[in-house]
């Protein structure tokens, strides 16, 4: 029996144009398998209103953009029966890079024929779902930074990085994991679901999606010139091994800094109180995974 899969493109994400692949899809879906309904979004949360819409209707609903277009999708269809695909269009494209989506548009809409279908963790903090990354501190300053710029893409964010490091302060954090207390001075702390940002830069290198844990990475402040070393340490999979990150794993967290500011989830920032609390819901999204995904 044909399935019904639902494509949301988001047409600013990642500054790429996605004029084409409706195309692409009408051409390289398997057609056996699925019956497709298009739609574009034209405002902020369309995608996410688009997808609740589709619970229970469509088996697959497609996040065609970023990280935030996958979250806002994630966000409607988590603990539904309906699956999250993803063709990726962002900056960073974290959690399809994690899960071994093709970057190749065309072989990212091959890739849902084949329905490989796992389910995953996802995570709340303060009730937001989130299903790759959050945090506080220097990454959600950067994110709320970012979100302000009208270019868009992977240069453009690490040029706001470069701007805002040294401007950037540490702040004291009284965290307590699964019960036990700590107090860290942190440049960041970050929740990770899966291992990495985006763009392949790993944080947490043995983090996993389906350990019902989530990795809290609390990153110290840290000489500007080891910021070279840090990336390079990121991308071989090695960020673990430096002194100034350390990573506890948990399933309930609370973390209670010096007042309100930007948090992210995935990526996108919003303002939060100066309590949090993050927990991880196992098992809680079913999402089509890239051919070389292992658990």
Avoid at 42 to 62: G, T
Avoid at 88 to 116: C, Y
Avoid at 130 to 144: C, S
Avoid at 270 to 276: L, R
């Amino acid at each position: 029996m044909k399935g019904k899969a639902l494509f949301i493109i988001n047409p600013i994400s990642g500054g790429k144009n996605k004029d084409g692949v409706p195309d692409l899809i009408e051409k390289h879906l398997d057609a056996g398998k699925f019956e497709p309904v298009i739609l574009f979004t034209d405002s902020v949360s369309h995608a996410r209103q688009l997808a609740k819409e589709a619970v229970n209707k469509f088996d697959v609903v497609v996040a065609v953009g970023g990280d935030g277009t996958v979250n806002e999708v994630a966000s409607a269809i988590v603990g539904s029966n309906t699956a999250l695909g993803i063709i990726p269009f962002g900056s960073g494209n974290g959690l399809a890079r994690f899960l071994q989506v093709p970057m190749d548009t065309v072989e990212a809409i091959k890739t849902l024929g084949k329905g490989h279908i796992e389910s995953i963790d996802s995570g709340t903090l303060n009730g937001n779902p989130f299903f790759n990354m959050a945090g506080m501190g220097f990454d959600a300053h950067i994110a709320e930074v970012f979100s302000h710029n009208k270019k868009r893409g992977f240069i453009s964010y690490i040029k706001s990085a470069f701007e805002e490091i040294n401007k950037y302060k540490p702040q004291l954090y009284k965290i307590e994991i699964d019960g036990k207390s700590y107090e860290r001075e942190a440049f960041m702390v970050s929740f990770a679901n899966s291992s990495q940002y985006g763009n392949n830069a790993h944080i947490s290198p043995h983090a996993s999606v389906q350990d019902g844990l989530l990795d809290v990475c609390v990153i110290k402040q840290f000489p500007f010139w080891r910021l070279v070393e840090m990336g390079i340490r990121m991308i071989t999979k090695t960020a673990d091994k430096v002194k100034f990150l350390e990573i506890i794993r948990g399933a309930e967290i609370t973390v209670k800094r010096t007042g309100t500011g930007p948090i992210h989830l995935d990526g996108e920032p919003q303002m939060q109180t100066a309590d949090i609390h993050v927990k991880v819901i196992p098992a809680s999204l079913k999402v089509i995974v890239g051919a070389e995904y292992k658990k």
